[in-house]
């Protein structure tokens, strides 16, 4: 809100954060969906309040509703702390009930796969425009 001028309505802003996310690709949500037959799957994210309900939407209708394909929701907006904040990496961990090392991170960002990795998880950059199975698979094959 600070960032925008005075008076932009409520609407506006929501409208402009769900146009940064517009849908999710088939490959990657038929991935997801058997990747979650295979391993408890955790969400660990960034989002906000706002780009949460838009987001959740965008699974549900790729058909990979996330309470039915994550075991849990690791939000920032609701821990009050980010990634790559450490807190942010070890509450995850603790949320999960595992061990770093069992843990496999994937992200976007190299600072947060680094930040992970500083914890113990095995991490790994997903590029965009590559394949999110392949770069899955590959991790989870060492």
């Given amino acids: 809100r600070k960032h925008c001028?005075?008076?932009?309505?409520?609407s506006q802003i929501e409208k402009s954060f769900n146009s940064l996310v517009t849908g999710m690709p088939p490959e990657k949500a038929e991935y997801l969906k058997r990747l979650s037959r295979r391993?408890?799957?955790y969400m660990v994210s960034n989002n906000n309040a706002i780009m949460m309900v838009h987001n959740s939407g965008l699974?549900?209708?790729?058909?990979?509703?996330?309470k039915d394909h994550f075991k849990d929701l690791i939000l920032s907006h609701e821990l009050h702390i980010q990634k790559p904040d450490r807190e942010f990496y070890l509450e995850a961990v603790r949320r999960t009930g595992l061990e770093p090392e069992e843990l496999?991170?994937?992200?976007?960002?190299?600072?947060n796969v680094d930040a992970a990795k500083a914890c113990g998880m095995k991490a790994v950059l997903y590029i965009l425009g590559t394949s999110l199975e392949q770069?899955?698979?590959q991790a989870l094959a060492q």
């Fill in 39 to 41: 391993y408890p799957l």
């Fill in 135 to 137: 770069t899955i698979e």
């Fill in 5 to 10: 001028r005075p008076g932009t309505p409520d």
């Fill in 59 to 66: 699974f549900d209708k790729a058909g990979v509703p996330l």
């Fill in 104 to 111: 496999l991170f994937v992200d976007d960002s190299q600072i």
